[in-house]
Nanobody, 124 residues
Framework: QVQLVESGGGLVQAGGSLRLSCAAS????????MGWFRQAPGKEREFVAV????????YYADSVKGRFTISRDNAKNTVYLQMNNLKPEDTGVYYC?????????????????WGQGTQVTVSS
């Protein structure tokens, strides 16, 4: 079992930056693959980024590649999403998720644990 709490969302102008954090409870944080997803109103939840157990193999959706960076600090039970050069189409609720399955996981179906989400709004 793991509980996830996102923070760091807000309103920012296009071209700006935000850093999201996801704090996890539990003693086995390092055993989970961690991912970030986002969801805009009326749309399905979509993959953003994923990182391996030890911080290895970061992988990104094409729409955010080169602009976003995922990282984790297992000693602090925290995963981060640094978002630079934000665009209006990045607007949505961002969710942190944890999976006990090994691999580069880009589908929501692989994740058993989810945070409550944090709103990111990018104005033009």
């Amino acid at each position: 079992q793991v509980q996830l709490v996102e923070s760091g969302g807000g309103l920012v102008q296009a071209g700006g930056s935000l850093r999201l954090s996801c704090a996890a409870s539990g003693r086995t944080f390092s055993s989970y693959v961690m991912g970030w997803f986002r969801q805009a109103p009326g749309k399905e939840r979509e993959f953003v980024a994923v990182i391996g157990r030890s911080g290895s193999s970061p992988y990104y959706a094409d729409s955010v590649k080169g602009r976003f960076t995922i990282s984790r600090d297992n000693a602090k039970n925290t995963v981060y999403l640094q978002m630079n050069n934000l665009k209006p189409e990045d607007t949505g609720v961002y969710y942190c998720a944890a999976s006990s399955i090994e691999g580069v996981l880009t589908s929501t179906r692989y994740y058993g644990y989810w945070g409550q989400g944090t709103q990111v709004t990018v104005s033009s």
